[in-house]
Every structure is written in structure tokens, then in C-alpha cells.
């Protein structure tokens, strides 16, 4: 089957005149003022158009008599002229195909594998079962390729159910782009040369894939003609125009960051979510879990310290965007003077860049810093700092508003000092509630009070409403750092990290400082224990007998009822765990490394002699 | 400075005292660093006086564009008692219905939000002035409970509020707990309120009596100002005896014991005000043990809450209403005398209590229910009247409202202006305005207009954008400094440093001017600084002039075409405007379509364009020659325009005739063909309108061509025209999501290395950053993407010599970065943990690449 189907089908590209004269007759037929609502409405140039492009010039008369309707208020500054612009940036795909994303990954690998183990296509597909055999895949969806007649490939539009893998339709589009790009740009060689490296790159693949791939391209090639003949080239066109070419770049390379990085585009293509979402079928995923692994999951202390160890790629470049960053912060200053607030956007943790920016400018202020990332963070905690740390307030509040009110009158009196907020993560997500948000917009429309915030989130933008962000009367700023996100997703349980249950030595040490002498000599004394069986894989734990009794010998406790108080507070905060033994009787165990053990013992008794 | 602990979300650094410095140092001029060093100052201070212009003129806007329906506003408000009180008195029966519904103002403002503020503060400003001090405003925002809204609603009303946030020092004691704060408080006090009214009104006959009266029962006084605790703690006590007030108010006049009932609750009120300003009285506990020395102090207070309460209002800026009420309490004479309510019958001594709620919509609904159905129940004895600001439309309200709730109330509909129709003003006062030396070009100017007609029909945020502008424009632009006011123009170039003077020259428009000078002054333009000065003060008044001018031919174009079929130039003066600053009118095809149809267009409808326009231009006439001449050239034949007479009458006979021939011909397409003939030669004799409205329309074009040219085209406009609109844009249309989405597909685009230039934007490079890739490579999946395969590919993507697949140990490294860079991308929200399958995640995006 697969071998007639190489024989049977071949590639055959649109005509580059043809494009040429498609793309002319559109341009041209932009280029004429005549507004969008009336061509839609014009029956008789909608023809003409279609017909004979636009040599027939219409009398003005017949316009006129049309019903009158106004010109669009075309968005252009807001927009740009072409809605297509950046659609790039939301491009359709999603491809449910089992091995998409190995394929995807197997394909860079041929790339930039090193040459001396070249590996044989065969191989790659023994590991993964190739899509056509999926029992997900039905072959009748292939078959119903082949068994288009040859007459309609070129006019008809039969629209065919086959899902085309994205990175394919990715080329095709490319290879359109091409073609309507070569009348535009002269000096296209270069990209020449990149396409003729891509063809190589793929006509190499195994027979399987190519069948398969010729199958897509045909279909795309009925589409692209017969179906939307003259907006696809055009669109194209616009697209590689619109975002970030590469030829800007390419010039661009030898200077180093010699400019300003350029604006980005967006315009969303909500259609995309039908299309993906649109399928009820079933989820196509492999059943590999990670126990395949000898480490299914790292302990967050290895993940630290591999990370740390692992050095990060583009150094150099990351600090030049810093760099540039920082040339920003008096224009941030003076936004927030002028009561602005500044929203930082982008993608990379932005808290380094914004604590240079507080050690710099906000020393001489009264300022707050918000750790929107931290899990148990409060709006009281917020607001409290400001009452009772800036403004040294003793009294309490019966609610949050009458808290706002009360910052309200002290700040907005115009002998009031400034205050400034700093938010890492606005969209925290203890800060994207309803109730805390409008709390802080109000803040932020307090005259002497400034608010600097960070957001990360990709759907961060929706918490804001109209009114809110007037409120906050905010202005963006680009601050793209691609920095590691580590101190904000370490509160986060990730799924790769182990999630165990056990202490950090700092928060031993917290609550460890808050016991009483006695509690503390207990919790040393089962320390103390447990650090002398260390070497003992048997070690199950200090049986509540044994620990009564030693805590008496040491006048620890009177009696074992407050012996069993006492732990059940250590318990509570999790500073032992206790496990029946075999024979019944309960064995006391601190759930922590040795070596944290021996440091913490070391510490206290050198808190001891000092 | 450590802000990372895992016990701490919130940090404060408060400052040093021993670093502070003095407060007027820390303006912006400090940051204002992107500019010039010399040019600095000068264009910070050029900003604040622009920036003060326009806040005075918008300030003035505000409350003028809504005067209209506030008029009817406040009528309503005023009336509504007197409505019901008529009622009453005409007919029994009814009076019961018209006491039970409250009247009920319903504010349709729009949907433009973030403006409704700034429409509620005049409103409240307006209220305050002329018809009651008894005004609470509620936000949706603090009223989440009933308890919390009635609190808020009642302390507003007997202007509590106010004082509790003033006092920073210690209170003598919660003025009213708040648990007593409740309707019967309310209804006690609103009865001393009118009382003391009526009573005052009644004594500025005996005047000398009264004040006698209040000085006679110290004792009591006396009590009232040192336990205001016990005053409210029994309210019964306090309704009882104004009862009796009530009931015979020329008894108690004559028995001054009695009345003292009602002063000493209004002087408890003030007196908390003194103190807490002006500590003059001593605490309560001296005050209980030397009852004399107190009173003097509390008379003290009483002669003169009035002046200490003004003063206060003036300290704090604006005027709030609280203590409005307490200047009406303190000194009621003063009250009658200025306000006009007290010339009407008595009745109107009942000042309404207006409760504004300023986005009903928000409300939780049960809350308002309940609100409404206790107001209407304490309508008889208090006059409330409801102010609803709704943002979609009536029945918004009546739709959520239960049947026996809207019952309570009697609903008036009024409309707000539409914001657009604010925004229109603003354009004429502050964009077309001839006073502030600022202007806006025509990118950022369309950029503005975009983002309020698409976005948000927001002014405020308009005006936000227009501030952007003027700040961008006198931060970035060196040559701002000579961006002031015309009248200081001259002393400002006069004082201007060589360097400055480089500054100038160096304009590409100057430039360009002076190279189309005659070289011999060109020599002297760029060498003599007196001949410079001179040139670039002339230079800068023309283009003052020419902008005028400017404006003005903006506005005629504007009524020359906004009544055209189709508006191609647009309707509205902004569409124009946005046209005429940013290209050559004339060469617009907007202009020519428009031009067409000018020139077909019947004497009818170009008569009172043409006297529009000549009304136009009369204001203008002695600002500008140019436009004088225009004007006086238009009147010429708009008088011939009218005496024209039909002259052509016969012309047209022949032509009909022509065309019955032709009706005759059989073939379809020659009856075509001699149409068109026909039209041709109609177009060819034009009749003597005709002709007299093309000489109109040249006139209009010759002028438009010759004044109507771009921004851009005059020489210094750089100084005074902001033109850019990629800053703005970027500072005020945020892109977050784009930003992130491409910096994760193309992150060349942000770190601009050699190494991962991306041939299309979907491919992989092993040198991307983590996170990249596995965010390409999660692209790929579809809702479930499985980690170990994820692992895997991200695994041979970064390193594509080893092949992991099938071993069980990988390398740690790699595992590592992997579980960073999917954690970073589940804190940016592209995957989330599902338990849908095992060791699998949900993406929660679609599309992208």
C-alpha cells in the first residue's frame, strides 16, 4: 500500500504566476478606498473582481444609490493595518497525534546529532510505533487520500477529515511564503538556501513518512488553490511581514544587542480553541509513567543543588537584557512620581531586576515588598505591614475596609510621605482574588501611595477589570529577563520534585526557639538519641518508656502525662513522628537526615556557649 | 534587604530617619534623567504648568458637560419630598402609597466604568451646595453584608465617618459603637437635625433668647460634651424628648429648659471635631470634675465651630461633606441666611437623605433588597432619596429586584451624556486648545482614539494616554524646553544657552527650513545666535498661529463633509482631525470621494454648509488674514449663492427630449451607451449653480491645500508636536501574553544570540533555553501530555548524542532542568497537574506556536 502510494502521488506546487497574479489582483484591489462594508454588499464588483480583476472602473453614480452607511473607524494605530499581523504568535496547530512531540524531538535530533552515530530512521521508528499503525488512526483517513480522484486535486474543495501533522503544514505554509516572497524581496538567496537544506532534510526520511507526508502536502495544495485562493498567499505575505523577519535579525547579529528590541504583535485567534477542543475524542497518550525510571522524582535539596551546579545558557545575553532593563528605571521612577503604576510583564523572574530597582531608588522611601508567589500570603498580612510597620498604627480593625479607609485618610493627606509597594507576582495566588484586588487597586488609586508589580501568569490580564484598572491606573512595561523562575516555583509542589514530609532545618530551628527549656531539653534528648543510632539500619525509634524514663532522670517532666503533652506539641508541628512497633509500643522518631540532626545539635550547643 | 523567607510574604523597609531628607527633594525632576542635563529643568517645569493647564481645563469640563442632567438631578431630589408632602396633605389614603416609595433617581451612565467616579464626585460636590449636607455615597465594594452597608450608609449620613479617620490621636471614646449604629440612631438624630432647623429658624426672631437658653442649662451641656457615650446610649431617651419639641415648637421656645434637649446634641458633635483638631478641650475626666471650666471651653467651641470648621474643610482641600453638616449645625444662622431652602415653606426643613449607589449592578442582591425594604420602612419618618448609577440600563435594576422590593421604590430614569460626547469637548479644549503649548500629533493622537472608541469609551483613560504623551514628549525630547506658554516664550528664548541653541539647530525640521533659506542667511542662522533667537521666537509664533488656523479649517472641513453620504472623511471633528494631522488632506482619497459628492451636491443642502462654515470662521477672522480672507470671500458667494436665479430652465427641455429619443432605441446596450452620453454632455454645460458651487468648493480646496498640510511639514514642530506612538503604545497597551509566548517560541527575539536563530518559529534547537523547549516540545500534545515522555524528547533534544530511551538511569542533570523547566511552566499557567492518568499533566492552552 505504501509503496503505490509513492508511485502514485507527486508534489506539484502552485504556479508562481498564477500566485503572482493572485497576489497582484488582491493588492490591487485593497489599494482602492472603497470601504469594507460596501464591498461586502456590492454584488456587482464582488464579480467583476472575480472575474476580470479591477479594470472595470464603477460610475460613482451606482455607489451612491446604495443605502448609506459610514465608514469603519478603522483601528490602525491600535491594531496595526493588517489584522493578521502576529497571528504567527497564535498560529493554529495542535495535532493530537501520539508521538507527536517524540517525532518532533526525533526529527532534531537527525538535525543536530553528532554525524559520527548516524542513526537509521528504521531504528527511531522501532522504539515508537509509527502513526499509521496507531489503532487511533484509522487507515481509511489515509485511504480516503488515495482514493481522490486525480480530477479534483487541483479545483475541487473536498474537504478531507485527515489531520495534518503541524510540523508539515508548517513547511508547506513556508514554501508558500517562499513563493510569494520571492517577488517581493530580491535578495532572498539566503533563504533559498535554507529551503533547499530543508528539502534535503526531508526527502531523506524513510518511505513511510514521505507517502505519508506527500498524502498532506496534496491535500494542503487542494486546499490552498480551491478553497481560499486568493487570501492564503496574501495572508502569508502578511504574516512574515508582520513578526520579527529574519532578515532584521540577521543583520542584526554582528552588532550584538546594538538596538532596542523590537515590539512584539498579538492578535488572538479564538477560532483555535474550537478546533482543538472541538473533538470529544478520547486524549491519545502513551501509558510510560515515570517509574520507568530509577529516579522517578528528585528530592527538592538534589534539584537545588544539581541546578546549581548546572550552568545556565546565555549568561552574557541575559545580563545585556538586564542591562537594558535597568536603563528603564528612572522612566519608572518617574511613572510612579506622576501616580502610575507600573506593571512588569514578560517572561523570566522579574524579582531580581525589581530588588536592584528598590535598592537603587527606593531606599530613601518607605517602601513594602510583596512576595505575591507566597503560598499563606494574606491581604491582612499586606495591610497590617502597612498600618502597623510604616504608619506605626497600635489600634486594630474590624475589616478590611475600615483598614483601606484608615491607609486612605493617613495617604492621602498631602503632608503624607510616599509610600511604595513592590508585588513579585500580582497574580500570586493568594492575590488573584476578587476581594484582594480590588483591596490593592483601591491602594493603588491612594495618591502617595505607588505600586510596582510583576505578573507572569499567561492569562493574568483577565483579573483586571475596566474599573480595577483604572484604578490602577497602570502602565505596562516589557521587562523580558528569561530568568529562571526558582524562588517562585519553590513554593510550588511540582510534579517532578519529591514531595516529602520532612523539615527544613531552618523551620526545625523557628520552632525549636519558640519551646520551653524543658520541651527543648526533651526534643535534644531524642535528638541526641537518635543521632547515636545513626549507624544503626535497625533503628526504629525511642520507645515512649525509654524516653519517660530518661526525661525523669533528667527532671525533665513529672509525670508522663505532660511527657505525652509535650509530644503531641511536637507533633503538631511535626517534629516527630511516632510509629507502633511489632510488639505495640510506640517509637518516637525526628523525621530527619542525620547530617541535618547533627548540624542542628551543633548549632545548639554552640548557641549554648555563646 | 533579604525578601525571601519561607515564613513571610510581606517585607516593609521603612525609612531611616537618620537618612530623611527633605520631601520637596524627591519630585520627579529627579528621575527625569533621559534628557539633557541644561534642558532639565526647564522641561520638567514646562510639563507641570501643561500638565496644570489641563487639569484645570478638564476640572472645569467635568462639571460642565453633565450640567444638564444634574439640574434635573437636583430638581428631582429637591422635589421629591415635597411631591410626597403634598400628597399627604391632599389626600389620606394616597399619602400612605407616596410615604412608602422612595424616590428613586436612576443614573444611566454608560459603560464606561472608570469615568463614573469622577461623574459621582460632581454630583456629590453639587449636592453639598445647594440641597442637603445628608449624603451617602456606597460602592458595591464595601458592602458585602447588609451590616456593613447599613454601617456605612449611616455613619456617611450623620457624618461620622469623617471623624474617625482624622483622628489619628487617641478618640475620646468611639463617637457611637458600632453596634449602636442602627436606624433608630438615625431616625433620633435626623430629628434633631430638622429640629435644630426649625427651632433656629423660629429663634432668629428671638434671637437673644435662644442663646440664653443654651448658656442657662450648663449642667446638661455639660454632660452631653463629656459622655457622648451616655447620649447615645439611650437613644430613647434623646427621641423623647424632641418629641415633645416637635410637637410644640413655640413651647419650647418660650420654656428655653426644654429646648436645650436638641442643641446639646448638636454641639456634642462639633465638639468632637475641636477636639480632635485643636485639643483645646481638656479630657473628659477634667472636664467631669470642673463642669465650669468645661463649658466655657465647650461655649468656646460652640461660638465658634463655624470658623474652626470652615477653616478645617479648607485645610483638608476638598470640602467634605461631614463636616458641611456640622457648619450647618454650629451655626444655623448663618445657614438660613445662605441657603435658599429656608425662604420655602417649612416643610423643606426636611433636607432629603440622599444615598448614592454608585454601581447598583455590583450590589449583592440580597443586600440591596434589604437596604431598600429598611429605608422604605423608616420612610415616613426619614425623607431618603435613592441616586442609582447604572452602567447598562433601567431594567437591569427592575430585572434584579424582587417585585415587592421595587415596589418600595419610585423610579425616574435620567441619561448620563454618553462618554463619547465628553471625549468630543476634551478633543475642543484641551487638544484643539490654542492655551496649552503642547500638542498632539497624529499617530499618538489615532492611537488614543483607538484604544477609547475599541477599548474602553473611557475618558479617563483618555486623558491617562494624553498625559503619557505630554510626559513622554518633555522627558525624550531635548527641545522641549521651549515648550511653555506663549507668553513666556520670550524670555525663555532669550535666556537660551549656546548649547541650547544646538539643540535647536539641530532639528531635522530646521534643517530643513534653513537650507531653504537664501544662503546668506542660512550663514547668519547658523552662526549669529541674535538672528537664530529672533528666527526660531518668529518661527515658533507662526506655527502658534498656523496650528489655530489649523483647527479651525479642521472644523470647516468637518462641516463641509460630516453630511455627506457616507461620511468618508468621517462624522465626527476627531475623525478629521486625526486625518488632517497626519497627512495632506487635499491628497487624501478620503478628501477626493468626499469632493466628488461635494460636487454633486444640491443647492439646498450647500447653502447652510456654507453659512456653517462662515459661522466658523467669523470667531477666527481676527486671528489669522488667511482665514479673513477666506471668510470674506465665502459671504461674497454665499450672497450670490442666494440671489442665484434659475437661469437654466431651458437647458433642460432639450435634454428630456433627448431622452425620450433615446428611451425609444430597442437594443439594451445602446440605450446604455446613450445614457452615458447623455450624462456626459448634461456634465458639460454647467448651469450657472453649478459653476458658482464649483467656484465655492475650489475657494474651500485652494485654502485647504495651502493651510491643511501635515504636522510634519512645519519648520520647529518638533517643539511643540508630540509625534511617536510606539512608546505610548507599548506603556499602554500591555502585551503580556505575547510577550511571553514569543519570547518562548523565538527567545532570539529577546536575547538576540547567534545560536538559536529559529528558521521557523516551530522548530527546536538544542541551544534554546529549557523552558523553551519544553514548551515546543509540549506544543505538540494534545489536553494529557505523559512526563515520561516529555522527559524523553526534552532529553534527546538537548542532547542529541545520547539515546536515554531505553536505559533506566538518566542523566541528573538533565532530569533536573527538565523538572525546572516544566514547574516554571505550570507557574506560568501552561500546564497544571491533573490526576486524570498517572504521571501526566493538562495543558491548559491551545494553538501557539
Known amino acids: 500500500m505504501e509503496t503505490r502510494a509513492k508511485s502514485k502521488f507527486s508534489v506539484t506546487f502552485v504556479d508562481d504566476n498564477l500566485v503572482e497574479k493572485i497576489t497582484n489582483g488582491t493588492n490591487g484591489h485593497t489599494g482602492t478606498p472603497i470601504p469594507l462594508s460596501q464591498r461586502g454588499s456590492g454584488r456587482l464588483t464582488m464579480g467583476s473582481r472575480t472575474s476580470a480583476g479591477d479594470t472595470i472602473e464603477l460610475p460613482p453614480l451606482q455607489e451612491m444609490d446604495e443605502e448609506v452607511v459610514d465608514i469603519f473607524y478603522k483601528p490602525t494605530e491600535l491594531l496595526g493595518e493588517s489584522p493578521l499581523k502576529g497571528s504567527s504568535v ?74 495534518t501533522p503541524y510540523s508539515f503544514r508548517k513547511k508547506v505554509k513556508q514554501r508558500i511564503n517562499k513563493i510569494v516572497f520571492k517577488e517581493d524581496s530580491s535578495s532572498s538567496d539566503e533563504e533559498d538556501d535554507d529551503d533547499d537544506d530543508d528539502d534535503s532534510s526531508y526527502s531523506l526520511s524513510e518511505p513511510e513518512d514521505e507517502s505519508k507526508e506527500n498524502i498532506d502536502f496534496q491535500e494542503e495544495c487542494i486546499k490552498t488553490p480551491g478553497k481560499t485562493p486568493k487570501r492564503t498567499p496574501l495572508k502569508h505575505s502578511k504574516i512574515l511581514s508582520g513578526t520579527p523577519g529574519k532578515k532584521p535579525t540577521r543583520v542584526l547579529e554582528k552588532g550584538g544587542r546594538g538596538r532596542k528590541i523590537k515590539d512584539v504583535e498579538m492578535v488572538g485567534k479564538a477560532d483555535d480553541y474550537f478546533t482543538s477542543n472541538g473533538d470529544t475524542g478520547k486524549v491519545v497518550t502513551s501509558d510510560h509513567t515515570l517509574s520507568r525510571l530509577e529516579t522517578p522524582r528528585l528530592s527538592p535539596e538534589a534539584l537545588q543543588s544539581i541546578l546549581s551546579s548546572v ?42 531586576l525589581i530588588s536592584k530597582f528598590q535598592q537603587e531608588y527606593l531606599a530613601q522611601f518607605d517602601h513594602i515588598v510583596v512576595n505575591g508567589f507566597f503560598p499563606s500570603l494574606t491581604l491582612k498580612n499586606l495591610l497590617n505591614n502597612i498600618t502597623e510597620d510604616i504608619i506605626d498604627h497600635t489600634g486594630s480593625f474590624h475589616s478590611i475596609q475600615e483598614q483601606l479607609e484608615f491607609i486612605q485618610g493617613f495617604y492621602t493627606k498631602s503632608s503624607a510621605e510616599s509610600l511604595f509597594i513592590i508585588i513579585h507576582n500580582l497574580d500570586g495566588p493568594m492575590l488573584r482574588g476578587e476581594k484582594s484586588q480590588s483591596a490593592i487597586a483601591h491602594l493603588a488609586s491612594i495618591p502617595h501611595v505607588h505600586i510596582l508589580a510583576s505578573i507572569d501568569h499567561i492569562n493574568a490580564p483577565l483579573i483586571f477589570d475596566s474599573s480595577r484598572m483604572s484604578h490602577y491606573n497602570a502602565l505596562w512595561c516589557d521587562a523580558t529577563t528569561l530568568a529562571p523562575y526558582s524562588e517562585e516555583t519553590s513554593f510550588e509542589n511540582s510534579l517532578l520534585v519529591q514531595q516529602s514530609g520532612s523539615l527544613a532545618l531552618s523551620s526545625l530551628i523557628h520552632v525549636f526557639r519558640s519551646l520551653t527549656p524543658n520541651a527543648k531539653g526533651i526534643f535534644l534528648l531524642l535528638a541526641q538519641h537518635q543521632l547515636d543510632q545513626k549507624d544503626n539500619s535497625n533503628y526504629i525509634g525511642l520507645s515512649f518508656n525509654d524516653m519517660y524514663q530518661r526525661c525523669r532522670e533528667l527532671f525533665l517532666v513529672n509525670s508522663d502525662l505532660t511527657l505525652r503533652a509535650q509530644l503531641t506539641e511536637f507533633r503538631d508541628h511535626k517534629l516527630i513522628r511516632s ?32 | ?82 411631591n410626597c408632602s403634598i400628597k399627604a396633605s391632599e389626600n389620606h389614603i394616597e399619602s400612605m402609597q407616596g410615604q412608602n416609595d422612595i424616590p428613586t ?116 451641656t455639660c454632660k452631653a460634651v463629656t459622655s457622648p457615650r451616655k447620649a447615645v446610649a439611650s437613644p430613647r431617651k434623646a427621641v423623647a424628648s424632641p418629641h415633645k419639641a416637635v410637637a410644640s415648637p413655640r413651647k419650647a421656645v418660650a420654656s ?89 415653606p417649612t416643610e423643606d426643613d426636611h433636607q432629603p437623605l440622599v444615598v448614592i449607589l454608585e454601581d447598583v449592578e455590583s450590589f449583592p442582591m440580597n443586600v440591596l433588597h434589604d437596604l431598600i425594604l429598611i429605608c422604605s420602612e423608616h420612610h415616613c419618618d426619614l425623607p431618603f432619596v435613592f441616586v442609582f448609577g447604572v452602567a447598562t440600563t433601567p431594567a437591569a435594576v427592575h430585572r434584579s429586584l424582587s417585585q415587592n422590593v421595587s415596589a418600595c421604590i419610585a423610579m425616574e430614569t435620567f441619561q448620563a451624556e454618553p462618554s463619547t460626547h465628553f471625549l468630543n469637548h476634551v478633543i475642543e479644549k484641551v487638544v484643539m486648545s490654542d492655551e496649552v503649548p503642547f500638542h498632539i500629533g497624529g499617530r499618538p493622537f489615532k492611537l488614543l482614539l483607538d484604544i477609547f472608541l475599541y477599548n474602553d469609551l473611557s475618558v479617563k483613560n483618555f486623558i491617562k494616554g494624553l498625559k503619557l504623551c505630554m510626559m513622554q514628549h518633555f522627558m525624550n525630547n531635548s527641545s522641549a524646553f521651549l515648550c511653555c506658554p506663549a507668553p513666556e516664550r520670550a524670555s525663555v528664548v532669550r ?97 477626493k470621494e468626499a469632493d466628488k459628492m461635494l460636487r454633486l451636491m444640491a443647492r439646498e443642502e450647500l447653502l447652510p454648509i456654507v453659512t456653517n462654515i462662515i459661522g466658523i470662521l467669523i470667531e477666527w477672522v481676527e486671528k489669522d488674514e488667511n482665514l479673513l480672507h477666506l471668510h470674506d470671500e465665502l459671504s461674497l458667494m454665499l450672497g450670490r449663492l442666494n440671489s442665484l436665479d434659475q437661469l437654466d430652465q431651458v437647458n433642460d427641455n432639450s435634454i428630456t427630449e433627448e431622452m425620450q429619443i433615446s428611451i425609444q432605441s430597442s437594443d439594451r446596450f445602446h440605450l446604455k451607451e446613450k445614457l452615458l452620453e447623455i450624462a456626459k454632455k448634461k456634465y458639460k454645460k454647467p448651469n450657472a449653480y453649478e459653476s458658482l458651487r464649483s467656484e465655492v468648493l475650489q475657494l474651500l480646496i485652494n485654502a485647504f491645500e495651502q493651510l491643511l498640510k501635515p504636522v510634519n511639514k512645519q519648520p520647529l514642530h518638533e517643539v511643540l508636536f508630540f509625534d511617536s506612538s510606539s512608546m505610548v503604545k507599548r506603556h499602554l497597551v500591555g502585551m503580556p501574553r505575547a510577550a511571553l509566548t514569543t519570547a518562548l517560541s523565538n527567545p532570539h527575539h529577546y536575547l538576540q544570540c547567534e545560536c538559536c536563530q529559529l528558521e521557523d518559529l516551530s522548530s527546536v534547537v538544542p541551544t534554546l533555553p529549557d523552558v523553551s523547549v519544553a514548551y515546543k516540545l509540549h506544543l505538540e500534545c494534545g489536553r494529557l501530555i505523559n512526563l515520561y515522555d516529555w522527559l524523553q524528547a526534552f532529553i534527546s533534544v538537548t542532547e542529541p548524542e545520547e539515546d536515554t530511551s531505553s536505559k533506566r538511569t538518566i542523566d541528573q542533570k538533565l532530569q533536573a532542568r527538565f523538572a525546572q523547566a516544566v514547574s516554571e511552566l505550570q507557574f506560568l499557567g501552561f500546564v497544571k497537574p491533573t490526576r486524570r492518568k498517572t504521571d501526566h499533566v493538562a495543558r491548559l492552552t491551545w494553538g501557539g506556536c
Request: aromatic share 6%.
Open chain 2, 495 to 591: 535666556a537660551m544657552t549656546p548649547a541650547q541653541l544646538d539643540i535647536i539647530r539641530k532639528l531635522p525640521s530646521f534643517r530643513s527650513y534653513v537650507e531653504s533659506c537664501p544662503p546668506k542667511e542660512q550663514a547668519a542662522l547658523l552662526l549669529e545666535e541674535k538672528v537664530c533667537k529672533a528666527t526660531i521666537r518668529r518661527l515658533l509664533n507662526k506655527l502658534d498661529c498656523w496650528y489655530d488656523c489649523f483647527c479651525c479649517l479642521v472644523k470647516v472641513v468637518h462641516a463641509l463633509t460630516s453630511s455627506l453620504p457616507q461620511a468618508p472623511l468621517g462624522r465626527q471633528v476627531r475623525e478629521v482631525l486625526t486625518t488632517c494631522l497626519s497627512h495632506e488632506l487635499v491628497e487624501t482619497e478620503e478628501f
Open chain 2, 1 to 82: 534587604m533579604a525578601t525571601v523567607s519561607v515564613s513571610k510574604g510581606v517585607f516593609s523597609f521603612k525609612r531611616s530617619k537618620a537618612n530623611k531628607r527633605k520631601e520637596a527633594a524627591s519630585t520627579t525632576l529627579d528621575y527625569w534623567t533621559e534628557c539633557d542635563e541644561d534642558t532639565r529643568d526647564r522641561s520638567y517645569k514646562n510639563y507641570v504648568k501643561c500638565w496644570q493647564m489641563v487639569t484645570n481645563i478638564l476640572h472645569d469640563l467635568q462639571s460642565s458637560v453633565h450640567a444638564k442632567v444634574f439640574e434635573d438631578l437636583v430638581h428631582f431630589i429637591k422635589n421629591a419630598r415635597k
Open chain 1, 311 to 352: 550552568a545556565t545558557s546565555h549568561q552574557r545575553e541575559r545580563e545585556a537584557l538586564l542591562e537594558e532593563h535597568m536603563h528603564m528605571f528612572p522612566r519608572w521612577m518617574t511613572f510612579l512620581c506622576e501616580g502610575f503604576s507600573v506593571f512588569l510583564y514578560g517572561l523570566g523572574s522579574k524579582k531580581q
Open chain 1, 90 to 163: 497564535f498560529g493554529f496547530c495542535t495535532p493530537k497525534k501520539k508521538w507527536g512531540m517524540l517525532e518532533k524531538a526525533e526529527s532534531v535530533k537527525k538535525k543536530y546529532g553528532s554525524p559520527s552515530t548516524p542513526k537509521t530512521p528504521k531504528s527511531s521508528l522501532k522504539q515508537y510505533p509509527s502513526t499509521p499503525t496507531t489503532p487511533k488512526r484509522p487507515s481509511t483517513d489515509s485511504k480516503s487520500g488515495f482514493t481522490t480522484p486525480r480530477s479534483t486535486r487541483r479545483l475541487s474543495g473536498v474537504v478531507q477529515e485527515v489531520r
Open chain 1, 579 to 610: 510509629k507502633k512497633g511489632l510488639d505495640g509500643i510506640e517509637n518516637l522518631v525526628i523525621p530527619l537526615d542525620s547530617n541535618i540532626l547533627h548540624d542542628f545539635i551543633n548549632q545548639q550547643e554552640s548557641d549554648k556557649l555563646s
Open chain 2, 105 to 220: 433617581a436612576c443614573l444611566v451612565t454608560g459603560v464606561n466604568m472608570p469615568d463614573h467616579e469622577a461623574i459621582f464626585e460632581s454630583l456629590v460636590r453639587l449636592l453639598a451646595d445647594g440641597v442637603t449636607p445628608h449624603i451617602a455615597q456606597l460602592h458595591s465594594r464595601d458592602c458585602n453584608t447588609l451590616r456593613s452597608a447599613m454601617h456605612k450608609m449611616i455613619t456617611q449620613l450623620m457624618g461620622q465617618n469623617d471623624l474617625v479617620d482624622l483622628d489619628d490621636e487617641v478618640m475620646i471614646g468611639p463617637s457611637i459603637k458600632r453596634r449602636q449604629i442602627n436606624m433608630t440612631v438615625l431616625t433620633s438624630w435626623y430629628k434633631e437635625c430638622t429640629d435644630v432647623l426649625t427651632q433656629e429658624k423660629n429663634s432668629s426672631k428671638l434671637r437673644g433668647s435662644t442663646q440664653k437658653a443654651t448658656i442657662l442649662c450648663n449642667d446638661e
Open chain 2, 256 to 344: 428655653p429648659r426644654k429646648t436645650v434637649a436638641s442643641p446639646r446634641k448638636a454641639v456634642a458633635s462639633p465638639h468632637k471635631a475641636v477636639t480632635s483638631q485643636f485639643k483645646a478641650v481638656a479630657s473628659p475626666l477634667k472636664a467631669m470634675a470642673s463642669p465650669h471650666k468645661a463649658m466655657s471651653s465647650s461655649l468656646m467651641a460652640i461660638a465658634s465651630p463655624h470658623k474652626t470648621v470652615g477653616s478645617s474643610c479648607k485645610e483638608m482641600g476638598s470640602p467634605s461633606i461631614a463636616m458641611k453638616s456640622f457648619s450647618n449645625n454650629g451655626s444655623p444662622q448663618k445657614k438660613i441666611k445662605l441657603s435658599k431652602e429656608t425662604s420655602l
